[in-house]
């Protein structure tokens, strides 16, 4: 791999991530970049080709924290600085790679050293490297929580902390963060996804034109990377004036109260939370004007800014790709534009008599024009006025069929027909109860099962595999103390050898391999049935996405089985998957545990760690063969053999029921779940039912012991 970086100003299109990224090189305040899209779209590239526009730092010489010689930190490690000489260097590009371990991104602490010689033996990491230049996270979505907190704590802080058994480092650490991912590998924890700037949704051109261009630019840089990048060299370097001019005008950008009034406005429209939407926002518009050379933000700098700053923000269903209303952004623009205008209209000498922008406010009918009188600039809902009255769903008490058909519902009793049937919309999604894998795992910390983990609270000491990162304090003292004679103790100082060291054994939870099994047969095809079905499987993969589990989809009707989603960590294409599944047809539920039991086995070779849920969403029947129930019957004990553990949601209805999802589930060695018990208030009232019948039936049993 060549040395010589794919020069910025040599990528096609993709306007909207060079902007982001020209303005947080312009004003690193602006918080940093998330570029969203689709593999194979020169996201990587990109990034990569922005650090040779930074311009240059003056650090500390010899100091391995990047220490800025006119304001050095005064807790560096390396430190004091006193009149330190110091030099110039390019900014620095540091990339985290997906496996990074802990002490690879704080640094690293020789905690035998600290314990035995009293001295502070530290090797800096990835975050240190990153101060006062960029730290870029390919692939951030796939980051193991414990590192994501890691990021968060250093971003939202500007220092790093290492703490290990008392003995403690803290340097600076304030880097632009760029991360980029592919969204259908899953989403990221909402903590981190507030903390970049900017996000931006980039796909390749569908223009056979450009697509034509970027392969001949392609190719030639691999023909010869330093002839590429010299074609491109004065455009390179008038780029990196322009970002250098831009930051040198960056102070002197005024932020009127206009402009001020419509960033507000427009993050209350959106109903983000919190504010620091409000102050990217500000940072990105007077970054865009800056730019653009201007010393005044305007309209378009919001409206720009907005398209950026805000689609990652605003509240939605974590199953809602991001993205704006654009008119709803217009008109929130036009109204609080107008503001100010209508001041002269009463008194012309009187400019300051009104800071809200309106011009009679103590009236009941305050709002300009008589028709804006909401207050806080919360514009007209763009999907309510004159339709609203017409969706009384949220009136139904049911989960089932909140989108009521025009033409008489088909009975619920009734199963529809052996052909294929148009899919249903899901139900709402709600809490549902929590399964977990018995036992103690190892695999990925998640927020199901319990496992050993590398947070969670200290359960037992053992010698320490590898280098020692989380020393058991007592534990080691403890091996210490008796051998202090024999090793010639002579002062207070205790001697501590290598064997005395035990590390913590910490448990918290792991996240699990969720696999759905789902009946679409002709049994399951009654439209109502069939809503609450969904909406059951809807919240299940809520629930998934909120306790960090890959999940899979396996769905099965007709003849056969599909893999209609193969294990993976975005749970939102699990969602879009289950809205449009068809149904119809006959039972093959042996297929269905067959396929499972197949994909479960490879996905053991790939991810052994990683311990399985299976969830079989069915009514239990079985058809499509003769010897069909048997069949499923076999299949079923291959999972109980290995002891997978299992879930059956049972969704047989009607008054008269076989118990066959519950036969099911004895046979795969699990528990079985109506629809009703899967909401988790149906199970904490049922629980609370009991436990007062038992308090009544105790009272009673008393009373009649007293008059006895």
């Not at 790679?97 to 690293?108: K, L, N, T």
């Not at 193991?144 to 290492?162: C, E, F, N, T």
């Not at 259908?184 to 900017?198: T, V």
């Not at 294990?567 to 998957?577: D, N, Q, W, Y």
Request: aromatic fraction near 2%.
């Amino acid at each position: 791999m060549s040395d010589v970086r794919y020069p910025f100003t040599a990528i096609v299109g993709m306007a909207d991530l060079r902007l982001g990224l020209l303005l947080n090189a312009v004003s690193p305040a602006v918080g940093g970049v998330l570029v969203r899209g689709e593999k194979g779209t020169a996201k990587s590239t990109m990034v990569r080709a922005l650090a040779g526009l930074l311009p240059s730092i003056a650090t500390v010489d010899d100091c391995r924290f990047a220490c800025d010689p006119a304001a050095p930190d005064p807790q560096c490690p390396d430190g004091p600085h006193d009149s330190p000489p110091s030099s110039e260097r390019p900014s620095q590009l540091v990339e985290l790679p997906v496996g990074v371990a802990e002490d690879r991104i704080v640094g690293s602490l020789d905690l035998e050293r600290a314990l035995a010689e009293g001295v502070k033996a530290y090797e800096p990491g990835l975050l240190a490297r990153a101060h006062r230049g960029v730290l870029y996270i390919d692939e951030v979505n796939l980051l193991q929580d414990h590192v994501v907190d890691l990021l968060l704590d250093a971003a939202a802080m500007g220092r790093s902390y290492v703490e290990r058994e008392g003995v403690s480092v803290r340097h600076a650490a304030r880097f632009l963060l760029v991360g980029t991912m592919n969204p259908e590998e899953g989403e990221l924890r909402p903590q981190l996804l507030d903390r970049f700037g900017l996000t931006v949704e980039i796909a390749a051109t569908r223009d056979p034109a450009e697509r034509a261009e970027v392969v001949r630019r392609r190719l030639g840089y691999d023909a010869d990377p330093a002839g590429f990048a010299a074609r491109f060299a004065e455009e390179e370097r008038a780029l990196a004036e322009r970002i250098t001019a831009a930051r040198e005008l960056l102070p002197k950008v005024e932020l009127t109260d206009v402009a001020l009034r419509q960033i507000t406005a427009v993050c209350a429209a959106f109903e983000v939370d919190g504010l620091r939407a409000d102050i990217v926002m500000a940072r990105t518009a007077v970054a865009l004007a800056a730019w653009d050379g201007r010393t005044e933000v305007l309209e378009e700098d919001v409206r720009k800014a907005a398209q950026l700053a805000l689609p990652h923000r605003r509240r939605r269903n974590p199953f809602d790709a991001p993205g704006l209303d654009e008119e709803q952004l217009d008109r929130t623009l036009e109204e609080h534009a107008q503001q100010e205008e209508p001041e002269p209209e009463d008194d012309g000498p009187d400019p300051d008599g009104d800071g809200g922008g309106s011009d009679d406010g103590d009236g009941p009918e305050g709002g300009p024009d008589g028709g804006g009188p909401d207050g806080g600039g919360a514009p007209d809902p763009s999907d309510g006025g004159p339709e609203a009255p017409e969706a009384p769903s949220p009136e139904d008490p049911t989960s089932d069929g909140p989108e009521a058909p025009a033409q008489p519902p088909v009975p619920a009793q009734h199963p529809a027909p052996a052909r294929e049937s148009a899919p249903v919309a899901a139900g709402d999604p709600y809490r549902t109860r929590l399964f977990t894998v018995k036992g103690t795992g190892h695999g990925a910390q998640g927020r199901r099962s319990p496992a050993e983990t590398t947070g969670g609270h200290t359960i037992r000491a053992r010698r320490p595999q590898g280098a020692l990162a989380r020393l058991h304090l007592t534990a080691t003292l403890q091996a210490a103390a008796p051998h202090q004679a024999a090793r010639g103790r002579s002062g207070r100082a205790l001697v501590v050898h290598k064997d005395d060291f035990r590390e913590q054994v910490r448990q918290g939870r792991e996240s699990n391999l969720v696999l759905f099994v789902v009946d679409a047969s002709g049994s399951m095809a009654a439209r109502q049935r069939m809503t609450a079905v969904k909406g059951a499987v809807l919240s299940l993969l809520m629930d998934a996405y909120q306790r960090r589990d890959k999940i899979g989809m396996i769905t099965f009707r007709g003849s056969g089985a599909e893999l209609a989603l193969p294990p993976t960590s975005s749970v939102e294409v699990g969602a879009a998957r289950l809205e449009s599944l068809p149904t119809g047809g006959r039972t093959p539920l042996a297929a269905g545990l067959l396929r499972a039991h197949e994909v479960l086995r490879v996905e053991r070779l790939r991810d052994p760690s990683r311990r399985p849920l299976l969830v079989v969403v069915t009514d239990g029947r079985a058809t499509g063969g003769r010897d069909a129930l048997a069949q499923s019957r076999r299949a079923a004990a291959l999972f109980a053999a290995q002891g997978t553990a299992s879930v059956v949601l049972d969704c047989e209805s009607g008054p008269v029921r076989l118990g066959l999802a519950r036969t099911l589930a004895g046979l795969l060695g699990g528990t079985a779940v109506s629809l009703d018990e899967l909401r988790a208030e149906g199970v904490a009232s049922l629980v609370r039912e009991n436990r007062a019948a038992d308090r009544s039936a105790n009272r009673s049993t008393t009373s009649m012991r007293k008059a006895a």
